[in-house]
């Protein structure tokens, strides 16, 4: 929680890198993600005083770099629907291709890049940004159980994905 | 329940998510189930394979960005700094110049002090800069919300 000596400034500087990773996995793209990280911290700064109120401080800030996000993604697919969960939770088939030469971890990296955003969040604010089912809650807006279930399909998929691509390769 | 549920607990149980009664029912399973055994594994290494990407850094732009930015609305922060600040920082605060100024006057005297009292008008460097050290939290105290 932030205390009433905490300046804008020490959030700023506790948070930079986290917000700009979580934008640049979610967005894939430099610059996009930085655009989406200044606009973050420009309504953080504003909404200083919410701020000081918010229960989770680090749910409260992805939940702002969220909406920044996915406003970028919305203008550079206009016609998708992003946010309705699907059975199919791949972005785009057959990431083949481009990875037979890669290391397992590169692979894995590759097939998180072809999730769909939604499914690739949910596993960026698990994995990487260590948040809780509540704070991924409301970060996102899900209920915790779509939280739960939304893992465990993402995971699930990477899985196979993975062993599928693992296998393509070894027959390569 | 099927193998296909308590896979989806497996996933809520390595997030720590899973409450004990369904965790113990869970390990039970898993003694008995080779399949969801196999999935355990898969899942943590898949973890460990996602855990080995190295997170990108906020460019060095980003700052100046959003930094600058917030430079504009600065009245308005120092203004709530102040409201935050103590009792006696805000009875003896005082603008940069001013607080650059005595610090100057403190330095100056320090110099005019070291060369009339050091032995053979010798550079007194150690004297100098213990007069210096002296005067910095002065500037620090009252220059710290530029
Ligand atoms: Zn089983």
Redesign the pocket.
Known sequence: MIDGGQSFVHVYHRYKHRVYAYCYRLLRHPQNAEDAAQETFVKIHRSLDQLENAASLQAWIFSIARNEAFTILRRLRPMEELETETENVWDEENPLEKVVQKERAGIVQHCLGLLKPMYRELLILKEYEQLSYAEISQVTGASESAVKSGLFKARRAMRKKLESILKERDEI | MK?DE?QEQLSALIDNELADQESELLFT?LSE?A??RATLRSELELRANLKEDVPPLAPRELDEKVLSTMSKAEGQLDARRVMRRGVWQRNVSMRWPLAAAIAGLFLIGGLAVTSVWSPCNKPAEPQVRIVYITALPIVEVHGYFP
């Open positions: 193998c308590y399973h189930c399949a969801c």
